[in-house]
């Protein structure tokens, strides 16, 4: 049963019980609620040596401080994505490079990445889009030739797979977000994990000061444990209750999710004006972390687009615009900050004309799909987008697919 918030009975439940209990609220050496957490992720997810952290922010920030990059040092990242996939990059002296991506799905292009890099590039960042995997095999190739680190952050791609591979197994660090619109949900928090033993310890000695730094290995780290790197970023220990007992939901909630908007995709495909996501056959896509079709309007009708939003809304479904826009419309990625301690390393490089994000931007469409939503009103959303296409009729009409 799902409670008002979106959130099952049992976790309300289970905060309470966490609470009358007396359990201690904040917990500094990763032990109790926040030692289960980390447990039940890995073997959730099919990852090791998992760090909670306050937020995904967070956790790529200890990501990047964790790779110990040089000073200046580039990170190629997709143009498509939410800023703080690169942003705690800038609070490690490093320079962004936006590339573009690939049409069909909004993912870092392989071929972008081979032709951003320079004798300066370090990293290579990747967004599992809206929880459709990267070409990771491909990524990863070039990684290895050039000696690049790799970071996934897979936020939006709970339990998807990139050729029957969890995602997250393959970079050197790979990060997740559990805030409050998140397929797995602590309200504010997040979590890496790493094979590299190394990286997970510089990471614990980035926001984890005495306590869990203490049990650190590399007596190097170790000898910095009572301060740590002067950040705090531990998770709070009821946060880790709420998704300690959502993560018991997820792979239902997944599952019902894929029904669902495989449906609505099946449905989609057989109505002109419209077309689905699409996916490859070579992925499993998690949870579809937000559902985007793509309307198809006339070319010479600039306000197409906007009145048949209105109209599908009209008609009950929850449509609208997607709100976040590619990053090189962002002030933060075509300027440096007014602030001195970003003017010796900030320095965007914007490797455009992003042809390809344009083209997936294009007429894409948001339709808000939620944990109450049934198979029945899935099928009413199809029959709204049939019924407001057809009366739009016109030459946009024809071009589903």
Sequence with gaps: MVG???????????????????NPLSIGDGSGIIER????????LGIENVLTCSSGTAALHSAYLALDLPTGSEVIAPVTTFHASVTPALQCGLAPVLVDVDPDNGNISPAAVREAITDRTRCVVV???LGHPVELDEIAAICREHGLNLIEDCSHAYLSTYRGRPVGTVGDVAVWSMQAAKTLVAGEGGFLATKDRTLFERACLAGHYRGRSERITDPELRAFSDTGMGLKYRLHPLAAVIAWSEAAHLVERVERRQKLLSRLSARLEDIPGVRPPRVREDVGMGGWFSYRPTLVTSGDDATCYERTVKALQRAGVPAHRPSIGSLDSMPLFTRTPPLRHAEATWRPRLCGPFEGARAYEKDRLSVTVTAEDTVDRIEAYADAFADVLRERGGPAAGGGR
């Design 37 to 44: 957490l980390e447990r039940r992720l890995e073997e959730l």
């Design 4 to 22: 008002g918030s979106g959130i099952a009975e049992s976790t309300i439940e289970e905060v309470t019980r966490y609470l009358k209990q007396g």
């Design 127 to 129: 967004t599992h889009n």
